[in-house]
């Protein structure tokens, strides 16, 4: 049940590159990115915080915490920031170096999205929630850089569906190696605190800051509708 959980949020990077290839409406990024914020905000001070200090000490929390934000940072460096260029192979580019970055944060992602389902499985909804959200534009990103090249809609389908099972082959790798116990869900929450915690204040709020206001205003107050509805699940 969990991986198929995983499977499904992993996927929300292939809807990305769907709606970046069927519609160009802007509002739809920019909601997203708002949802994804306040979720994000939310779950990390009311329910991962406190989930990871069950398992592990303060400062490993902290400590973890702190190398997540540093490998997402490092991760970060070959994501390129979501313009585009007159040069078609320069795009095409991007769009590699794009996806080379996300299968490797990917797999990550579905580890710790995994664990964290085991671990509880209303925060690990909301975990997911807030990583698809965010992986939505990062599809978007996919779809619209690799169809300026290849002009091929169903090989850019292809590629970003590849992209989006890294997320799972993330979760399989813990599923069948039974590698969970206290320490390391502690640890890998604490990852997970990091990486939103960077997705949140780093890239997210950046992108707010230059967004339709409006849009956004609706966006953050349907983020924290979801957050409290998620509530009842405990």
């Given at each position: ?33 708002g949802i994804a914020f306040s ?108 169809y300026d090249k290849n002009k ?63 849009v956004t205003i609706i966006g ?15």
């Amino acid at each position: 049940m969990n991986l198929l959980i995983v499977l499904l949020f992993g996927l929300t990077i292939f809807i990305g590159t769907i709606l970046v290839l069927i519609t160009n409406k802007k509002e739809i990024k920019e909601l997203s990115l708002g949802i994804a914020f306040s979720v994000i905000v939310l779950l990390i001070t009311f329910e991962l915080i406190p989930e990871a200090l069950e398992h592990i000490n303060y400062l490993l929390v902290v400590l973890f915490s702190l190398v997540g934000i540093v490998i997402i940072k490092l991760l970060d460096l070959f994501v390129p920031q979501h313009e585009h260029t007159n040069d078609a192979s320069h795009v095409y580019h991007i769009g590699i170096i794009t996806s080379i970055a996300l299968v490797i944060h990917n797999l990550i992602e579905g580890m710790a999205l995994f664990t964290t389902l085991n671990s509880s499985f209303s925060i690990g909804i909301l975990t997911g929630i807030g990583i698809g959200l965010h992986n939505i534009p990062m599809g978007m990103v996919i779809g619209s850089t690799l169809y300026d090249k290849n002009k091929n809609i169903k090989k850019t389908l292809l590629i970003s569906l590849l992209i989006s099972l890294s997320t799972f082959l993330g979760g399989l790798f813990i599923a069948l190696f039974d590698i969970v116990n206290s320490y390391v869900t502690g640890i890998l929450l604490s990852l997970t605190i990091g990486v939103l915690i960077y997705m949140a204040f780093f890239e997210l709020l950046e992108h707010l800051k230059h967004q339709n206001k409006k849009v956004t205003i609706i966006g953050l107050f349907i983020g924290i509708l979801i957050f409290l509805i998620s509530l009842l699940i405990h």
